[in-house]
């Protein structure tokens, strides 16, 4: 079988209230694909539909999706994990062609959050966790991830304002891309001002400014095999590795709190599968759910020993023009996180920059780059990597 | 005829609990009798905590309570000032694991803990805690 490539990408805006249903959302994000993969519904074999469960009403969206995007009678299928429901989902598209089932598969990741509101989406996270014997405490995504927070802080002296660090990063990107919910610039000064919504208190150690942006959102991909990928693309990039991972739901089945194993062990399987190290990496997004989540994934991933992770943010090496640019397009803590859109919105701003069409976000000539999903509190993980 | 009568101890776990019906729903009796347990596989002497119906290594279904006794590690914690709904009524809480060695143990701590007498690595114990709601759980304290 030859290599499989991305042929085309898509995303709504990330916003908050979208005012339409769930299908003119995920629309959206299917059309800006197609238009950028200047393909017809016929060239599109299969259909992989992506969201988590229980944000809006509607059971088993792969169907009515597919209806609305005119991708029938081809087959559908609905794949969740979480947060990295749409990398999972290119994972399988992956395989669909890989094995020779399919040509041309769509990958569409979709979340209308604000369905339901803040507090009744931190139970319904809170639910992602295992129900009978850790959600009835009171538990919440802030809550699991602080508690890593506090961990790593403790095993190596991470401080609160090294985490912050990392947003006032994500906010300078948020700004630029006019695709993010959060456009509004934030600095370091505004964690120790009380005025200031960023130093709000969550979940101790975390506050406010260290927790994403909910939003409504839709991504899209388009996977094909190597001879249409040729065929229908100029600048096709590459799929050369990707991994997977889980590990136990209760916290009480782990042994490491100052990382998250699903990243490491997916990290591990996608360079082995693409031939490359941490030092090939020209470019990366990860999963930044929450400040600590991009600062644990800097040391998962090889970018930073553990505990040193901190030296690249104080070092700004992390940035547009540091040695390992990570989430120049806002991270989830400004661009937003609709759940099951991300992991294809993350994989679209690898795709851009591969192809050198990332506008002001622009990192100079990449040929290699990293995408770092993860669902649930460290629950699945999921590394991309592409090439040009 | 008569319903058949479903056994839901288990709606006492926790200030919500989302489960009715388990296996293990003597948990709830033995946090009645002031207990936090887990179980242990007869056959191939596996332990669980949180108690489980079914062992995974030997696939026998053949399980004994032994009760959580001594002390464990702090791993770490958090200290919520927002809460999912349904538990805003008991804000501020913080939930907490314990290392025994054998097994961890997820739970809060006890609401009494001021924040400077926490630290991670300290040694605490499970105590069992009726909510103001009638419902049962477990809570760390200082050792």
């Known amino acids: 079988m030859g290599k499989v490539g991305i042929i085309g990408v898509g995303q709504s805006a990330f916003v908050r209230g979208y005012p339409g249903s769930i299908k003119e959302l995920a629309f959206e994000g299917f059309r800006d694909a197609m238009l950028d993969a200047q393909i017809t519904t016929k060239d599109i074999d299969a259909s992989v539909i992506c969201s988590a469960p229980e944000y809006d009403k509607q059971r088993s969206p792969a169907g009515v999706l597919a209806e609305y995007f005119g991708l029938t009678p081809q087959p559908t299928f609905y794949v969740e994990t979480l947060c990295s429901s749409s990398s999972t989902g290119v994972k399988l598209a992956y395989s669909l062609i890989k094995s020779g089932l399919h040509d041309v598969v769509a990958v569409v990741g979709f979340q209308k959050m604000s369905e339901i509101s803040s507090a009744e989406s931190q139970e319904r996270m809170g639910r992602g966790a295992d129900i009978q014997w850790e959600s009835p405490f009171g538990t919440m995504m802030p809550a699991y991830y602080a508690m890593y927070a506090r961990r790593h802080m403790s095993k190596y002296g991470t401080t609160s304002e090294d985490l912050a660090l990392i947003r006032v990063k994500a906010a300078t990107y948020g700004q630029i891309n006019e695709k993010a919910v959060y456009r509004k610039p934030v600095t370091l000064d505004m964690f120790s001002d009380p005025e200031s919504a960023m130093s709000g208190p969550v979940a101790s150690p975390l506050r406010v400014g260290d927790c994403c942006a909910n939003a409504d959102g839709s991504s899209c991909i388009i996977v094909a095999n190597e001879e249409k990928a040729k065929a229908f693309s100029k600048k096709p990039v590459w799929i050369l590795g990707v991994g997977a991972a889980s590990t136990t739901v209760n916290l009480v089945g782990r042994s490491l709190f100052s990382g998250l194993t699903v990243g490491m062990e997916a990290g591990k399987q996608a360079y082995e599968m693409a031939g490359v190290s941490p030092k090939d990496i020209d470019v990366a997004e990860v999963h930044d759910c929450f400040t600590i989540a991009e600062m644990m994934a800097y040391e998962n991933l090889g970018f930073a020993k553990p505990g040193e992770g901190r030296d690249l943010i104080r070092g700004k090496e992390t940035y547009k023009e540091g040695s390992i640019p990570v989430n120049v397009d806002g991270g989830l803590l400004s661009k937003g996180h609709p759940i099951g859109a991300t992991g294809g919105s993350q994989i679209r701003t690898i795709v851009l920059q591969l192809r050198g069409e990332a506008g002001d976000m622009q990192v100079k000539d990449p040929e290699i780059g990293l995408v770092h999903n993860i669902g649930g509190v460290g629950l699945y993980g999921n590394v991309t990597i592409l090439g040009r | ?143």
């Open chain 2, 1 to 143: 005829m008569a319903k058949k009568e479903i056994d839901t101890r288990f709606n006492k776990f926790g200030t919500v609990s989302f489960t009715s019906t388990t296996k293990v729903n003597d948990f709830i009796d033995r946090l009645e009798q002031g207990k936090v347990s887990g179980t242990r596989c007869k056959k191939c002497g596996m332990t669980f905590f949180p108690p489980r119906a079914d062992c995974y290594q030997c696939f026998s279904s053949d399980m004994e309570w032994f009760d959580v006794a001594g002390t464990g590690k702090l791993v770490t914690y958090s200290k919520l000032e927002y809460a999912p709904v349904g538990f805003d009524g008991d804000l501020p809480y913080a939930i907490a694991l314990l290392d025994f060695g054998d097994f961890k143990v997820f739970g809060r701590l006890d609401s009494n803990l001021s924040d400077d007498e926490i630290q991670v690595g300290m040694e605490m114990k499970t105590a069992v805690n009726k909510l103001p709601n009638g419902q049962l759980n477990y809570v760390f304290q200082k050792a």
